[in-house]
């Protein structure tokens, strides 16, 4: 009865969640072609030779398609599409076309929905540059990174004064864009442009200018960088139809990233999306084909049971040539007569998939609007809701032939929407506290809170028959550790023989068995989530030794209190062709919830009172789901989230405040006495007090304006950050003759630090609040620039304990987060700003802490107070 209590009630309070697929109030106008000057580009040829070819400097124009709202009196946030590897030509050849294709119109539906809300959305066009990349090695992410980097050059001189001639843009942005709020998207070698763009923007050298990332998303993504995405929050999205980059690379970027930067302050996303292929994202590439998806019988559109979702209406004109006009498929696409359209109406089933997660992720982060968090962390599980808006969820159902012949048939209802989408949410440090990871230097015996890893009662988890050949010898307690990322990403081409192979393998099939390396792209392995992974897998326990097989460990007292945190997750993944685990036939071909893996989840508190739950339990996600697919390029092995929410241990009895012990059980009495799967990546998470990262307004209303009022602060990290050097052999030179460097002003320029002080400091109840004042006094008149009055934008107070050069900061949540670096502060910001005050949400714990107050000004320059100590007895 209790929990069925706070099940009500947790739905209860997230009945007004804001839906993405609503437009918004704004009117909206489309620049297209939008055009901003030039960039200059050359991609070295990876493996040498001379600068001629797609590897010579050429100067293109800075051009694609502008969605912008009308009428939005304060600045707009900015988000800029990056597409990936396509045609280039709709007739004629690159890279000078007779009619270029415009790839950047496809996502059309993406700009005219986030800017009825008041963002800008650029979506640059490349279809000259991918004429102009080294395809075989560098796959033309150099000359990416560089667009992206003109791009928002010239959106920051846009907003500051008109530009010129060759531009569409005019004077129309001026004052009209806030440089404060910027999201990326890259799809498929887009989603590799952006993620490595992360790292170049970071320590661009001067005088490049440096923009302050709220959020990036990897849509299909490849990996050809081996990027490790941080310092922004992260999304990738994994189609998993997807017949070009078949071997979903974004899930690498998701597991690489979370322990890269130990005091990164922001979260990643990861969703897979059963039916989903690579190019219905972009309804351009919808006309043009289908993906790779021959005869499979989850993804062909072929086979009777495939869930495969529509990719747009169909509208024909009899006067084209079926060969130019044809769709890609009797199953629903768009065609040469609609691609490009933004048209609510003539959305497919994919598209609006596409359309609620990346909208949602762009409000929640750029906008910093915190209603989106329950579609970011998988919570609508827990209330029976599917992780998607019920607006998005698949209803289509198209059958039908092409103009060309095409027969084919997508399915929306198929399977259920709950089971359409799997949701990884890793949370910021402040809001989680790792349990298993597991631990790079004793990955079998130590657990991230410092205890011993306890187990045993496992078999081997590699096949006789399998991928891994010698096999592994069996540990003592049975349980392996692995990482599935190679080596090398392409052997061949650097002179070695063989497959890509791990050094230390996950269990993998057969090479030519389903889901051996003989049959995936680029040869890679099958569990595609590159990162250490704990091996399990169990033949009967209960039959052999009166017990289950079990993974544990002690949680200490200075760790055991997560009353202040919502969920426990674990990434779990199902090795679906091992023969523990069940059968791969039949349904379970097509239909992910035909067969399920499952174990036990086990929390005691101190005084002994455990709770347990059952892993596979639908309000917890779809991760021991095994992959569908009969076809090897369409079966998956990827880590995904397994989400309790704490409430569920609590209400057997379990005290959160005084959690000493996580255990995992395996082949207890009624869970299946056979299986096979990793799991890593165990912690708990998601402060209960909601949102606390970029969370700037509540709600759905639109975006916020200006720096981040919810810490940490994208322009201080930034502004923190050291950049590389400049280097004569590689320059940073972007636009021609400095078409995108700012004129004079008009105005003095502002570089004085405001002024900040503490007037007050005081500790009652264990409470700290602080007081002082702050001023900016602008700048005054220089010859013909006028004088401009200063405004202090913003007042952060850091409040942290230290240990040598690593400290633990205070959060919004009043808790102490985990240890990092004292040089990246988390910050509270104060109320007020000339007069300003902040006082601690909770009681601190006793000790002695570091206080540092900055005041920052509108433009940017900034001010910090010594340290000063305080002590709380």
Avoid at 148 to 158: F, G, N, Q, S
């Amino acid at each position: 009865m209790l929990l069925a209590t706070l099940l009500l009630a947790a739905g209860s309070a997230h009945a007004a969640v804001p839906d993405p697929m609503v437009r918004g109030s704004y009117a909206v106008t489309t620049m297209d072609p939008f055009t901003a000057g030039t960039v200059n580009l050359q991609e070295p040829a990876a493996g040498g030779g001379a600068a001629t070819g797609p590897a010579a400097a050429v100067t293109l124009q800075l051009r694609g398609s502008l969605y912008a709202p009308i009428g939005r009196t304060t600045p707009s946030p900015v988000l800029v599409l990056v597409h990936g590897n396509h045609s280039s030509c709709d007739s004629g050849s690159a890279p000078d076309c007779t009619a270029f294709k415009r790839n950047d119109r496809g996502y059309a539906y993406l700009g005219e929905n986030l800017a009825s809300w008041g963002y800008t959305v650029v979506s640059l066009d490349q279809d000259q540059l991918m004429y102009y990349q080294d395809s075989p090695m560098a796959k033309g992410m150099h000359q990416r990174r560089l667009l992206i980097a003109a791009a928002l050059d010239a959106l920051y001189k846009a907003n500051q004064e008109p530009l010129g001639p060759d531009s569409t843009i005019g004077g129309s942005l001026v004052g009209k864009l806030d440089m404060t709020r910027i999201g990326l998207m890259g799809h498929s070698r887009g989603g590799d442009a952006v993620t490595s763009f992360i790292d170049y923007n970071r320590t661009r050298p001067e005088p490049g200018r440096r923009y302050p990332l709220r959020g990036v998303i990897a849509l299909a993504p490849v990996d050809y960088e081996r990027r490790a995405p941080y310092g922004t929050p992260f999304m990738a999205e994994l189609p998993l139809c997807d017949g070009d980059v078949s071997n979903l690379q974004g899930a690498r970027f998701f597991e690489r990233s979370q322990y890269v930067a130990p005091g990164d302050p922001f979260p990643r996303v990861q969703i897979g999306v059963h039916g989903t292929n690579h190019n219905w994202f972009n309804s351009v590439w919808a006309a043009d084909g289908e993906d790779s998806n021959p005869n499979d019988a989850a993804c062909s559109v072929t086979q009777p049971n495939n869930i495969r979702l529509s990719g747009g209406t169909s509208t024909y004109d009899s006067s084209i040539s079926p060969a130019t006009d044809s769709g890609a498929s009797g199953g629903g696409t768009y065609t040469f007569v609609n691609r490009g359209s933004g048209d609510p109406a003539l959305m497919g089933d994919q598209e609006k998939v596409g359309l609620a997660t990346m909208s949602a992720f762009f409000r929640r982060y750029v906008g910093g609007e915190s209603g989106f968090d329950a579609y970011m962390t998988g919570e609508r599980n827990a209330e029976g809701l599917p992780e998607l808006p019920e607006s998005a969820c698949p209803s289509q159902q198209i059958s039908g032939v092409s103009r060309t012949g095409q027969a084919g048939q997508t399915n929306g209802l198929r399977i259920p929407c709950a089971e359409r989408t799997l949701t990884s949410y890793f949370a910021a440090p402040a809001e989680r506290e790792d349990v298993i990871r597991p631990e790079p230097d004793d990955p079998l015996g130590l657990s991230a809170v410092g205890t011993a890893l306890t187990g045993g009662g496992f078999a081997n988890p590699y096949l006789d028959t399998g991928g891994v050949l010698p096999k592994p010898a069996t540990t003592s307690s049975g349980y392996d550790w692995c990482n599935p990322e190679p080596d090398h990403f392409a052997p061949a081409q650097l002179g070695k023989p063989g497959y890509p192979a791990a050094t230390k393998a996950c269990p993998l099939p057969a090479i030519g068995d389903l889901g051996g390396q003989s049959g995936i792209r680029e040869n890679g392995p099958v569990n595609q989530s590159y990162g250490l992974q704990l091996a399990l897998a169990w033949e009967n326990p209960l039959a052999a030794t009166g017990k289950p097989a079990t993974i544990g460990t002690r949680i200490p007292a200075a760790k055991g209190d997560v009353s202040g945190l919502e969920a426990l997750a674990l990434g779990a993944a199902v090795n679906f062709f091992d023969p523990r685990n069940p059968a791969h036939a039949g349904e379970a071909l097509w239909n992910p919830a035909a067969t399920t893996q499952d174990f036990t989840i086990a929390l005691t508190d101190a005084a002994g009172r455990t709770g347990t739950v059952a892993a596979a339990d639908q309000r917890y996600g779809n991760a021991l789901h095994p992959s569908v697919g009969d076809t090897t390029s369409k079966t998956h092995v990827i880590l995904n989230q397994i989400r309790v929410p704490l409430a569920d241990f609590a209400a057997q009895g379990v005290d959160l405040k005084q959690v000493r012990r996580i255990e995992l059980r395996f082949g207890e009495e009624g869970k299946p006495a056979t299986g096979s799967v990793q799991i890593a990546d165990v912690r708990f998470q998601e402060a209960a007090a909601g949102p606390q990262v970029l969370a700037d307004v509540p709600g759905g209303p639109g975006p916020a304006t200006g720096r981040s009022t919810s810490g940490p602060d994208p322009v201080a990290i930034l502004a923190a950050t050291p950049r590389a050097q400049p280097s004569a052999k590689e320059p940073d030179v972007l636009g021609l003759a400095g078409a995108t460097k700012v004129g004079s002003p008009t105005r003095c320029v502002d570089r004085t630090a405001p002024s900040v002080r503490v007037t007050r400091a005081t500790v009652a109840g264990r409470r700290l609040t602080v007081r002082g004042r702050a001023a900016d006094s602008g700048c005054r008149r220089s010859g013909k620039r006028a004088a401009r009055k200063g405004s202090v934008a913003s007042v952060q107070v850091s409040l942290a304990k230290a240990t040598g050069k690593r400290c633990r900061f205070v959060g919004a949540d009043g808790r102490l987060g985990r240890s990092m670096g004292c040089g990246a502060p988390v910050a509270l910001v104060a109320k007020g700003r000339s007069s300003w005050s902040l006082r601690t949400v909770r009681r601190l714990a006793a000790g002695r802490y570091r206080l540092v107050v900055r005041a920052i000004d509108a433009d940017g320059n900034q001010r910090r107070t010594a340290v000063r100590t305080v002590v709380v007895r």
